[in-house]
């Protein structure tokens, strides 16, 4: 079965400045996509970006970015000029199959501080 | 236009009571899925239901059942309940008319299993 792996349990970072999270997923090739999705403490899962296995370009959606790299199997999403509203959890998903379900990684916790 | 929306948005129970969650898929979608998401962990995906019948499931016991009626609006019910039942379960719904099949969630129902 796939598996979405996100190793950094937490992060801090100032506001203003860039931030990376990492996610590897550990099938040849994540068919069907990847996406990221933010969960403040409400508890709503808000999607953000999504990149397609067969884009020839890394997405992008204002200030979110995906750097997404087949031969290392990573799709780590990038956060310009961080806000301080950025703080949540953030999670990186892919589709197995076609259906659409989804297989979430374990997240990363981002803070920022003024 | 309304997005997914879930019903209650807390709940208490005892174990061994029976629980209904509730929800209504964004303005047309067809297909609903269920998570479930314990503390500090990421979603689990229940079970999908597309045409009112259940099209996957994942690795949960059959004290979790589901409904979707007519409307596409959806149903979880969750028999016999345990003190691990205890988490935020989230409703996402999509369609596959989408060409990359994005789920939209709704904002949970967190259920506490005293």
């Known amino acids: 079965a796939q598996k979405i792996t996100q190793t950094q349990p937490g992060m801090f970072v100032q506001e203003k400045e860039a931030v990376t999270l990492d996610c590897t997923y550990d099938?040849?090739?994540?068919?069907?996509?990847l996406f990221w999705y933010k969960q403040p403490s409400s508890g709503e899962m808000i999607f953000l970006i999504y990149q397609g296995s067969y884009d020839q370009q890394n997405a992008t959606e204002g200030r979110y970015s995906l750097n997404f790299q087949k031969a290392r199997k990573s799709a780590n999403l990038v956060i310009s000029a961080s806000q301080l509203g950025d703080s949540a959890m953030y999670f990186c998903a892919s589709p197995p199959d076609s259906w659409g379900k989804l297989q979430f990684g374990a997240g990363t916790q981002v803070v920022v501080t003024p | 236009d309304a997005g997914v929306t879930q019903s209650p948005t807390h709940l208490i129970k005892t174990r061994g009571q029976q629980v209904t969650l509730r929800c209504s898929p964004k303005?047309?979608?067809?297909?609903v899925s269920w998570y479930q998401q314990a503390l500090g962990q990421g979603p689990q995906f229940i079970f999908q239901y597309y045409e009112e019948e259940e099209r996957q499931r994942g690795n949960f016991p059959d004290r979790f059942s589901g409904h979707q009626f007519p409307n596409y609006s959806s149903e979880l019910n969750v028999n016999a309940l345990l003190l691990g039942d205890s988490a935020l379960y989230l409703c996402?719904?999509?369609?596959?008319?989408?060409?990359?099949?994005?789920?939209?969630f709704g904002p949970g129902t967190r259920l506490t299993v005293l």
């Open positions: 996402a719904s999509s369609s596959g008319q989408l060409p990359r099949n994005e789920q939209f």
């Open positions: 099938t040849s090739d994540p068919s069907y996509g």
């Open positions: 303005s047309g979608h067809d297909t």
